[in-house]
Each structure stands twice: as C-alpha cells, then as structure tokens.
C-alpha cells in the first residue's frame, strides 16, 4: 500500500477511503449476505439396496435369455445399462419410456424390453415398501 503523506490517517482528506487501497474487499463475517448452503438429499437409490436390485436385474436376465432362444444378456443390458438401472432413483421410473431415455436405448429395444425391465424394477421397489413396513410394524409390536 503506497500513500504518503505527513500523517498515517489524514482526517482533513474527505476523498480518502483506506480500502481503496487495499487488492481486495475485505471479509465481513455476515451470515446474512447469503444463502446458507445445505447438503443436498441423496436423489439416487439407497446403497443398501444395489446388490439386492443387482441380483434381480442379473436373475432377470438370464431367464429373458433363455425365453429368446439364448441371446446373450449383454445384448439385453450391457454392464454400464445395468449399473444406470441399479443407481437410479426410484421416483425417476415412472414408465417404460423413461427405462429407455435412462439407458439411451432406440424405439425398437424399448418396444421389447423397456416394459418387462420397468416392470421387474417396479416390483422391487414394491417388495422393499412392504419389507419396510413390516419391519416398522414389527417393532411397534
């Protein structure tokens, strides 16, 4: 900071202002200069849930292989598809469509597969509703 004069603070100067001289704004700690960060829910499934989920989409596809004369299940769902399907969240699967715009698959593949893979997914989600509230009824017991 270069300012020079007889005094280290001139009082009779009106256009002084200390902060003009200084490289930056200085901090003031006022909470209510902005808006309070908070963390942000998990929008994805619960970890918990990707092995269970994981099983059935695997169990799922090898009897989808077998009933279409043994195409591989990779054709069906390929590992990165899989792993999309497992992670997703589940209030974002409202319908068939939206399986196919999750996994970028074509019309064609959603017309075979979108609606049995939502299905199976849905039904999951289900199962896990109902485990849940059996076990909060139970322990109200």
Same mark, same amino acid.
């Given at each position: 900071?270069?300012?020079?004069?007889?005094?280290?603070?001139?009082?009779?100067?009106?256009?002084?202002?200390?902060?003009?001289?200084?490289?930056?704004?200085?901090? !003031? #700690?006022? $909470?209510?200069?902005?808006?309070?960060?908070?963390?942000? =829910?998990?929008?994805?499934?619960? +970890?918990? @849930?990707?092995?269970?989920?994981?099983?059935?989409?695997?169990?799922?596809?090898?009897?989808?292989?077998?009933?279409?004369?043994?195409?591989?299940?990779?054709?069906? !769902? #390929?590992? $990165?598809?899989?792993?999309?399907?497992?992670?997703?969240? =589940?209030?974002?699967?409202?319908? +068939?469509? @939206?399986?196919?715009?999750?996994?970028?698959?074509?019309?064609?593949?959603?017309?075979?597969?979108?609606?049995?893979?939502?299905?199976?997914?849905?039904?999951?989600?289900?199962?896990?509703?109902?485990?849940?509230?059996?076990?909060?009824?139970?322990?109200?017991?």
């Amino acid at each position: 900071m270069y300012y020079f004069t007889c005094y280290c603070c001139n009082h009779d100067d009106p256009d002084f202002n200390l902060t003009d001289f200084l490289p930056g704004k200085l901090y !003031l #700690d006022d $909470s209510s200069l902005g808006p309070i960060k908070r963390k942000k =829910p998990n929008i994805y499934r619960k +970890p918990q @849930d990707h092995d269970a989920l994981d099983n059935h989409i695997v169990s799922w596809l090898q009897k989808a292989s077998k009933l279409h004369g043994g195409i591989a299940s990779y054709d069906i !769902l #390929d590992f $990165s598809e899989h792993q999309k399907l497992v992670h997703a969240p =589940p209030k974002s699967l409202s319908s +068939p469509l @939206d399986v196919a715009q999750l996994l970028g698959e074509s019309s064609d593949w959603a017309a075979e597969w979108a609606a049995p893979l939502f299905l199976m997914v849905k039904n999951y989600d289900q199962e896990q509703e109902w485990e849940k509230v059996s076990v909060d009824t139970t322990k109200r017991a």
